[in-house]
């Protein structure tokens, strides 16, 4: 629902400005990130740069204490463009060419790894970079198909079993282990899929011990209670 605010003011930016033009209600936008971060005042949220890249308003993010998610080398440089330091980027995603570690060399964000492949890839091209390991649960979530990540056939991320080895061998190939991320997939409606999600986190820490980080995604539904 637009407010009445916003929507006077779209009226008069109509015969102000050529059109079609992008127009964001940034009263709106401002008062959903401070309930964000009144609701988890112990994280440090992180803006997908995915969902809307526009420097004006990642400037803003930032300013209200949010660090940057991008899944590219493009995303990552936008990023620092927009005043974000490289310890305030997180680089996720599978797909990480030598050209874009290359690229990032003296400038690394905080690397999410999703496979041994990646892991060493990285190790060679990043050495010394900080990491975190994508958990893949292996759990259904009630959302589409298509936008479950946290599925065993997926490919995002490594299955629980696999974390303590990988965590060694990051290690031992001079990666500084930060922790673990977990992302179930978008649109998820239920606590229970997140909740369970938490739980697979719980049950490694016999195992892996205490971290630094837990990178804990996943897209809220609109039912979402």
């Known amino acids: 629902m637009l407010s009445p605010e916003f929507l006077s003011a779209l009226r008069e930016a109509g ?3 050529p059109t079609p033009f992008y127009a964001y209600d940034w009263t709106g936008i401002r008062a959903q990130a401070e309930a964000f971060r009144e ?3 112990q994280a440090r949220p992180l803006f997908a740069l995915k969902a809307n890249p526009r420097l004006g308003l990642l400037r803003r993010l930032k300013a209200l204490g949010y660090g940057a ?3 590219s080398l493009g995303e990552v440089l936008r990023a620092y463009r927009a005043g974000f330091a490289p310890e305030e980027v997180v680089w996720n995603g599978p797909v990480k ?4 570690l290359m690229a990032l ?3 690394e ?3 999410v790894l999703d496979s041994e492949v990646d892991l060493r890839r990285v190790a060679g091209l990043l050495p010394g970079a900080r990491v975190l390991l994508r958990v893949n649960p292996d759990l259904p979530v009630s959302t589409h198909p298509h936008l479950a990540t946290g599925w065993g056939e997926s ?9 303590p ?3 060694g061998l990051a290690q031992a190939l001079g990666l500084r282990f930060l922790g673990l991320h977990l992302h179930l997939g978008s649109k998820l409606e239920r606590v229970e899929d997140f909740l369970e999600g938490y739980r697979v986190l719980q049950e490694l820490f016999p195992q892996v011990g205490r971290v630094e980080i837990l990178d804990l995604g996943g897209g809220f539904g609109l039912g979402l209670p």
């Open 15 to 17: 015969q102000t400005y």
């Open 69 to 71: 998610e991008a899944v």
């Open 105 to 107: 060399r003296g400038q």
């Open 39 to 41: 609701a988890f005042p």
């Open 109 to 111: 964000p905080l690397v």
């Open 165 to 167: 080895r990988l965590k």
């Open 155 to 163: 490919q995002f991320g490594v299955l629980p079993g696999e974390v």
């Open 97 to 100: 060419t030598p050209e874009a």
